[in-house]
């Protein structure tokens, strides 16, 4: 698949063969071959990323209450910390062609529970779509190897994808909700998706609600266009080695080899950090602002999301700037913010604790002091934001947009892999780490009664440890790791 990170997928592409090995021809015309280049598959990859995660947002729903989604999203994301350790001992030996194909196969059944849950108040299916989504979103994000010199802007293409699918069902849901200025969930319009269908009204009888549930599920067909690794080749001709066929047991013992190095460790209290605050951050949303709020906010932070990770990309990539600057001038830029962010949660928090208030775009400054803290908090943290369709719906598996801290943290530990089998066993740890965090949180936010106090509490530990623990590992960066560039 292809990487990023847990990494994204964008570039990793390896799949075992039956094929001899390849003749000078063959490697040739793979060189010129425009479907076996690492282009291509990361093109693919992410065009499996805007169907199942991306396209998500657009019909994330549930009821208004967040407290059974956050259930849901509990059950998710516990299941994807074994299925994200296990990925790379499925990958090797499923192919990673197989692994995208399953890997994208979960989205569609959560979708559809949600569907019917806003529209019949079914419970079950949005339970087992969760399990699906856990079981299989994990082998998604498992794998991934771009070229070292273009990691940042790999990530940021792939991003750009799933972003795309945000931004789609951003732009549709706005639209139908724009006067919407109370709370509570989108309307059913929303899934029905009417503002496509007037346009098609007359050519079919389609039931529109189920359209974006069915791109989610042809996302798995598109992943069988991911080519075998053997095939691929990069622009200078080199190949995508990513082989490993090493047992159940060796595989452990590797992971557990690479686990306790001290640059790792350093790395896992902002692991299990960088998914922990997106319940609460989404329930603050839902709680306190209006539909149509929540449908732009939706809109804007996918707008922001390819532009802020575009230029990090971008930042992260120029070799014109010592590595070691780069990783901790981006670091600390982005940590800076984020404290400065959970500062201003906290006084919002207390301000709204016991008043309840329900703000609308129309209420100006009031209304701004949270939306713009919002917009700033997932600019610069990991997740897409809970779709503005209810309390309760967080863009599931995805995990979601990467935005600056994800972005960040997946360059470290490309930076920290000392051969390519170890960016496949870093990535899946630390995607478990991160999975272990959004189960625990989302646990805590499916209690009804506990102050929301306590959560932000939560979240400002979790960010004053990471942020000290973490910096053990930057400030090695092109220094004692990684190349000295």
């Known amino acids: 698949m292809a990487s990023h990170h847990s990494v994204s997928p ?14 000078s021809t ?3 015309r793979s060189r010129h071959s425009w479907f076996r280049s690492v282009f291509f598959q990361a093109t693919v990859v992410g065009m499996c990323a805007f169907l199942s995660p991306g396209i998500w947002n657009s019909s994330a729903g549930g009821g208004q209450e967040p407290y059974l989604v956050n259930a849901a999203n509990s059950l998710v994301f516990g299941l994807m910390v074994f299925t994200c350790l296990l990925a790379g001992t499925i990958t090797n030996k499923i192919s990673y062609r197989w692994a995208v194909v399953l890997g ?3 989205y569609a059944p959560y979708a559809a529970g949600l569907y019917l849950n806003k529209t019949r108040g079914t419970v079950w299916l949005v339970l087992f779509g969760s399990a699906c989504c856990g079981l299989s979103a994990g082998l998604f994000w498992g794998v991934e190897d771009p070229e070292a010199r273009k990691r940042g802007r790999y990530l940021a293409y792939w991003l750009a994808f799933r972003n795309g699918g945000q931004l789609l069902g951003g732009i549709i849901s706005l639209a139908l909700n724009t006067h919407a200025s109370g709370t509570g969930s989108v309307g059913t319009s929303t899934y029905v998706c009417r503002a496509l269908s007037a ?28 080519s075998n690794p053997a095939q691929v080749r990069r622009p200078d001709n080199t190949k995508v080695e990513m082989e490993n066929n090493a047992g159940f047991v060796t595989e452990m013992k590797e992971m557990w080899s690479i686990i306790k190095r001290r640059e790792v460790l350093f790395l896992i209290p902002i692991s299990l950090y960088a998914q922990w605050s997106s319940s609460y951050a989404g329930t603050f949303l839902s709680l306190y602002f209006s539909v149509r709020s929540r449908a732009l906010a939706a809109f804007l932070v996918a707008v922001l999301g390819v532009i802020v990770n575009g230029l990090l990309g971008a930042f992260l990539d120029n070799t014109s700037v010592r590595m070691k600057v780069r990783s901790r001038a981006s670091y600390i830029f982005i940590m800076s913010v984020l404290g400065g962010v959970w500062i201003w949660f906290t006084v919002l928090q207390v301000r709204y604790d016991g008043t309840e208030p329900k703000y609308d775009w129309t209420d100006g400054g009031a209304w701004a002091a949270g939306f713009v803290l919002y917009l700033v908090f997932y600019s610069c943290y990991y997740v897409r934001p809970r779709s503005f369709s209810s309390p309760s719906s967080f863009s599931l598996c995805s995990p979601r947009s990467l ?4 972005n960040e943290l997946y360059w470290l530990i490309s930076q920290l892999a000392r051969q390519p089998t170890e960016v496949i ?3 899946s740890f630390l995607r478990a780490l991160e999975s272990a965090g959004s189960a625990c949180a989302f646990g805590v936010s499916a209690s009804k009664h506990l102050p929301k106090t306590v959560p932000v509490g939560i979240n ?10 973490a910096w053990g590992t930057v400030r090695e960066i092109g220094v004692a790791v990684g190349p000295e560039v």
């Open 104 to 106: 994208t196969a979960g």
């Open 425 to 427: 066993r870093l990535s």
């Open 403 to 406: 935005q600056l801290l994800q």
């Open 26 to 28: 063959t490697v040739s």
């Open 460 to 469: 400002f530990g979790l960010w004053a440890v990471s942020t000290l623990t």
């Open 199 to 226: 346009v098609f009204d007359k050519l079919t009888r389609l039931k529109w609600q189920l359209v974006f549930i069915a791109l989610q599920a042809f996302a798995p067909v598109l992943g069988v266009l991911v």
């Open 10 to 23: 964008v570039g990793s592409y390896d799949e075992k063969s039956d094929l001899e090995p390849e003749s």
